[in-house]
C-alpha cells in the first residue's frame, strides 16, 4: 500500500523546536519529489519546504533559516526540523509526494506554537 504518514507534531512555545517525521511506504522516498505543506483553518495550504529528485532545496520565505527538510533513504523517511518556532507557525503539517505524476498526502500532523 503507497502511503505517507506523519508523525511528531505538538505543542511547544515560541522559540522551541520540533522535528515532524514521514513515513513512506510503498515506494521509495530515493529520488522522489518531496514536500512539507501547512494549513490553518479558512487558508489554504501552502508550501513549506520541498526537496525534488534531484535533491534541489526550496524554503518558503517565512521559514528560511529555521526550519530544514531533509531524507533519510536507507529509513525511507522525510524529515522536517522546525526551530525558532513563532506562534504564526502553527498549522496542520502535511507531508506529500509526487508518484508517478500523481500527489500522494499524509494525514496531517498537528503543530501548535504558543507565545
Known amino acids: 500500500q503507497v502511503q505517507l504518514v506523519e508523525s511528531g507534531g505538538g505543542s511547544v512555545q515560541a522559540g522551541g523546536s520540533l522535528r515532524l517525521s514521514c513515513g513512506a511506504s510503498?515506494?521509495?522516498?530515493?529520488?522522489?519529489?518531496m514536500g512539507w505543506y501547512r494549513q490553518t483553518p479558512g487558508k489554504v495550504r501552502e508550501s513549506v519546504a520541498q526537496?525534488?529528485?534531484?535533491?534541489?532545496?526550496n524554503y518558503a520565505d517565512s521559514v528560511k533559516g529555521r526550519f530544514t527538510i531533509s531524507r533519510d533513504t536507507t529509513k525511507n523517511m522525510l524529515y522536517l526540523e522546525m526551530n525558532s518556532l513563532k506562534p504564526e507557525d502553527t498549522a496542520v503539517y502535511y507531508c506529500?509526494?509526487?508518484?508517478?505524476?500523481?500527489?500522494?498526502w499524509g494525514q496531517g500532523t498537528q503543530v501548535t506554537v504558543s507565545s
Open positions: 506529500k509526494a509526487v508518484i508517478y505524476y500523481r500527489d500522494l
Open positions: 510503498g515506494f521509495a522516498v530515493r529520488g522522489a519529489a
Open positions: 526537496i525534488s529528485s534531484g535533491d534541489r532545496i
